[in-house]
Structure formats: structure tokens, C-alpha cells
């Protein structure tokens, strides 16, 4: 019998290597297969053809099926996945459920959970976890780095693995086998993406939309691709979620309090208290749900990422 494995988690790059490293080490006779499952017109027939799509030169198939747990299902299409979850072998395939961020009070995520025969959650990293990344991807791909330029990468990047992953990668082109010098990362490492992304955030809340998008496409002109941009925005918004919902339920005004409880730098916190109250709690859920769609369109849409994430922009 093959498995079932189950991977969800606000971190997207950390879950995607994940599942990179599942798939390397299958060796090969797999064929790689997805789904969909955040679409509209998804249907839980679609798992079951592509697990029993086996080909004559017996090829295994291994598919991974996209924001289950995360669909807003009827209720008659919710007790049909609960009991595809339920009876749910896989003699032929390996099969993968992907998710980004879940409820963990929805039913389909318990189910999961108790189905699968392996479970890993990935949310953000602290700067211990983010140093420990970022030395043993150095390692793997080559980057001389001593323990303090990890320290300050760390310090500078925060807990964003996508961000982490980009910088590596042009550090060590600049480098080019070289090790890295403390200017390096001075030099080439764009720290105040955070403070950009916090701008462009906080003009969306003033209602500013003209001067967001100037925000927005000065960091296309610069390189950044709309998938890492959307990844960026997403965090601001989720900090602000956290925020709102420490500050509804009763929570201590206090920055440092709040900050060690939510496991964010104080500082970031006290410049998200500045928008926090510029949104209502439901108001930010239908934002990061938008988000999420966002996410899907620019995977799968032939539409130009920056026009969709400029929409997403003009929307909010």
C-alpha cells in the first residue's frame, strides 16, 4: 500500500521543498500529477482518475492535491470529501495533500490529519530556525557564509523563506566562491522590502490606491516577480490578522506582551498598531481570502501576474 501525506502551513516555499524532496527520493517509474482542489467546479472524482490512471509501461503515479482543507465547500460536497477521506486507499499511487494555511476546527483538516500517514506543518521560522535554513542551504548550494553574516541575513530577512531562498541565490552569483563578506549583504540584500510592502499596505488602508500601485510596480521594475510580492503582502496581512484577533479578544495593549505572545518582533508590531484599526476583523478575512484566490490565479491564469496583482490592489 502506498501513502498519504499531508502538508500545509503558511510557509509555501518550505511546504514546496517538501514535497520537491518526496518526489526526488521516489526515484524514477513516477508520474507527477496535480489537482485542484480550491477550484469551483472541483470534484472528488478528480482524485480518484488520476490515482487510477496507471499507465501499460507501469508507471506509479504520485498526486498532489492543491487547498483541500482551505475550500469553502457546501455542505453536501463537504460530507462527500469526509467520506473519500474516510475510505480513502492508495494501493497504486502516492498521494499528497496540500495546503497553505488551515483551520484547524474544519473537519476536513481533522480528517486529514488522522488519514495521513505523515503529517508536517510549516509556518514561518524564528531567527534561530531562519539561520539554521540559511546555513544548510548555503551548504547545498555552494555559499561560503561564516556564523555571524548568517546571523545578520537572518536579522534582516526575518522568518521569510522566499525571500531567503532569492537573496542566497544572487549572493552566491555574486560571490561566485568567494566567501562572503559582511558588505555583501549590505550591498545586494534588499532589507527595506519589508518597509515597501508595509507602505504599500498602509497606503491600501488609507485608501490611497494610486500611490500603492506606484509602490507596486516600482518593485516589478526592480525584478521582483508578482508570486513573491503576493507572498509578501500575504504576511503583512496575516500579522495584522494576528494583531486584530489578539486585540479583540482581550489581549494586552502592551507591544511586548503582544509581541512575545504572537511570536513577532516588537517592533513590527507597534508599526502594524498603526493600520490595525483602519480594518474590521471581517474585512481582513475577506482580504486574505482574496489573496488566496489571487494565489490560484497567478499559479494557473495566462493572464500577466502584475495586471492580477494589481487587481487584487485596486480591490482591496
Known sequence: MRMIYYFFGSDSYRIGEAIRELVAGFGGG???SKVDGS?????????SKKIGSNDLFGSKQLVIVEGLSGKNTKLKDKEQVLKYIKDLKCDESELVFKDGQVDKRSVIYKALKSKA??????????????????????????L????????KLSAMIGGDSWQAFHELEKLKNYTKGRELEYG????????????DIFLTVDMIAKGDKKRALELLRNQFSIGNEPLYLLAMIARQFRILIQIKGYSDGGGSGDNYAMAKKLGLHPFVVQKSMVMVNKFSSDD??????????TDQKLKSSKVDGKIILERL????
Open 30 to 32: 513516477f508520474e507527477v
Open 39 to 47: 477550484k469551483d467546479k472541483f470534484h472528488i472524482n478528480d482524485i
Open 117 to 142: 500517514d505523515k503529517v508536517q506543518e510549516q509556518e514561518e521560522m524564528d531567527s534561530a530556525q531562519m539561520e539554521s535554513w540559511i546555513r544548510d542551504r548555503s551548504k547545498k548550494i555552494g
Open 144 to 151: 561560503k557564509i561564516s556564523q555571524e553574516n548568517r546571523k
Open 184 to 195: 555583501d549583504i549590505d550591498l545586494l540584500v534588499r532589507a527595506r522590502l519589508d518597509d
Open 284 to 293: 481582513l478575512r475577506d482580504i486574505y481570502k482574496k489573496i488566496i484566490d
Open 313 to 316: 490592489v485596486v480591490w482591496i
